[in-house]
């Protein structure tokens, strides 16, 4: 049973590409997602400091996809999967196995969590403790205009960057990164000169939508009967691209650990899967906050497109992590 006080589809601020880990974390648990709804692309594309550098996925392919269609298919697949679907449900409240709904009480074996950055089963649980936090604003809208490249941009600049996903033959994704709340997708665009000419006179398809970015590690996911799971497990900055992934695996290590009988090889599994984005989030976050470190990393990576594909391989998992480590240390 799944009980949640909004209604579906739901939309929420994002950069809406999928990495190839992502698409295969989505299958590992029966996610299957329609190519002819997104966007293929064929990797990452980094602008920055007078340099372009660009490497292709080890294996596979990103898809953009926007975020209203892939919640739709979300809640598809669940309704298909036998899943008691409760839309405009509020819950409002926990206590030992049961969850409080409007006028009755449900009683349940499990109690997840996965209602994002202000989770209220994690207060309600006594799990939100944090080891480390930290927050930045993110904006997005979409431009009606055919995407002039097959791979995911990011382009770097002071304290923000701003990602493009191509997401179907007609439209691109637009998101905005920032450390500070005031600056909109229009006042940041001046600073993007190449960016800025590419859109000049082109048409927003959309409104202008923003949330905030977190970079939450919790001291615990899991306390008796509850687990929590995607963002309200903690999360990390929504620079890796990593956050939808991340939830993808983690339903695949709750269920198994659900099936043991054990939350506690949740909590373990969690952990170790936090470690790869959250080297990443680090690596990133430096070339965001130090601007010498940008230009030096930006510099290198152009000089050297391969250390940048073997970052990017490590990224979305097809290389071991201590690849990252020697990858880094030749950018220095």
Same mark, same amino acid.
């Given at each position: 049973?799944?009980?949640?006080?909004?209604?579906?589809?739901?939309?929420?601020?994002? /950069?809406?590409?999928?990495?190839?880990?992502?698409?295969?974390?989505?299958?590992?648990?029966?996610?299957?997602?329609?190519?002819?709804?997104? *966007?293929?692309? @064929?990797?990452?594309?980094?602008?920055?400091?007078?340099?372009?550098?660009?490497?292709?996925?080890?294996?596979? *392919?990103?898809?953009?996809?926007?975020?209203?269609?892939?919640?739709?298919?979300? !809640?598809?697949?669940? /309704?298909?999967?036998? $899943?008691?679907?409760?839309?405009?449900?509020?819950?409002?409240?926990?206590?030992?196995?049961?969850?409080?709904?409007?006028? @009755?009480?449900?009683?349940?074996?499990?109690?997840?969590?996965?209602?994002?950055?202000?989770?209220? $089963?994690?207060?309600?649980?006594?799990?939100?403790?944090?080891?480390?936090?930290?927050?930045?604003?993110? *904006?997005?809208?979409?431009?009606?205009?055919?995407?002039?490249?097959?791979?995911?941009?990011? *382009?770097?600049?002071?304290?923000?960057?701003?990602? !493009?996903?191509?997401?179907?033959?007609?439209?691109?994704?637009?998101?905005?990164?920032?450390?500070?709340?005031?600056?909109?997708?229009?006042?940041?665009?001046?600073?993007?000169?190449?960016?800025?000419?590419?859109?000049?006179?082109?048409?927003?398809?959309?409104?202008?939508?923003?949330?905030?970015?977190?970079?939450?590690?919790?001291?615990?996911?899991?306390?008796?009967?509850?687990?929590?799971?995607?963002?309200?497990?903690?999360? !990390?900055?929504?620079?890796?691209?990593?956050?939808?992934?991340?939830?993808?695996?983690?339903?695949?290590?709750?269920?198994?650990?659900?099936?043991?009988?054990?939350?506690?090889?949740?909590?373990?599994?969690?952990?170790?899967?936090?470690?790869?984005?959250?080297?990443?989030?680090?690596?990133?976050?430096?070339?965001?906050?130090?601007?010498?470190?940008?230009?030096?990393?930006?510099?290198?990576?152009?000089?050297?497109?391969?250390?940048?594909?073997?970052?990017?391989? $490590?990224?979305?998992?097809?290389?071991?992590?201590?690849?990252?480590?020697?990858?880094?240390?030749?950018?220095?």
């Amino acid at each position: 049973m799944m009980a949640d006080a909004r209604r579906p589809p739901i939309d929420k601020a994002c /950069g809406e590409g999928l990495m190839p880990d992502s698409i295969a974390a989505a299958g590992r648990i029966g996610i299957h997602l329609p190519e002819s709804q997104g *966007y293929r692309f @064929r990797g990452i594309r980094f602008h920055g400091e007078g340099h372009r550098v660009a490497a292709d996925f080890p294996h596979g *392919y990103g898809l953009g996809f926007r975020r209203i269609a892939l919640h739709q298919e979300l !809640v598809d697949q669940a /309704g298909r999967a036998g $899943v008691e679907l409760l839309w405009g449900t509020t819950v409002t409240g926990i206590a030992d196995h049961a969850v409080r709904l409007p006028g @009755r009480s449900v009683t349940t074996r499990w109690i997840v969590g996965a209602d994002g950055t202000g989770s209220l $089963v994690r207060r309600w649980s006594g799990l939100d403790h944090f080891s480390r936090n930290s927050r930045r604003f993110a *904006y997005r809208k979409h431009f009606a205009c055919p995407p002039w490249t097959d791979f995911m941009e990011i *382009y770097w600049g002071d304290a923000c960057q701003i990602y !493009v996903t191509p997401i179907s033959a007609e439209e691109v994704c637009v998101a905005l990164i920032e450390r500070t709340p005031d600056v909109r997708l229009e006042e940041a665009l001046p600073r993007f000169p190449l960016l800025a000419s590419r859109l000049a006179g082109v048409p927003p398809s959309s409104q202008e939508r923003g949330a905030i970015t977190a970079r939450a590690r919790l001291k615990a996911v899991t306390r008796n009967h509850v687990a929590l799971i995607g963002d309200a497990s903690g999360s !990390v900055d929504a620079i890796t691209g990593e956050g939808l992934c991340q939830a993808f695996q983690q339903a695949a290590a709750l269920a198994d650990a659900m099936v043991a009988d054990d939350l506690s090889r949740y909590g373990k599994a969690h952990r170790r899967m936090a470690l790869r984005p959250s080297l990443m989030a680090d690596m990133m976050l430096s070339m965001d906050r130090w601007p010498s470190v940008r230009r030096r990393a930006l510099g290198a990576m152009a000089a050297n497109p391969g250390c940048f594909a073997r970052m990017l391989a $490590v990224h979305v998992g097809a290389l071991r992590t201590r690849h990252m480590v020697q990858a880094c240390l030749s950018l220095i």
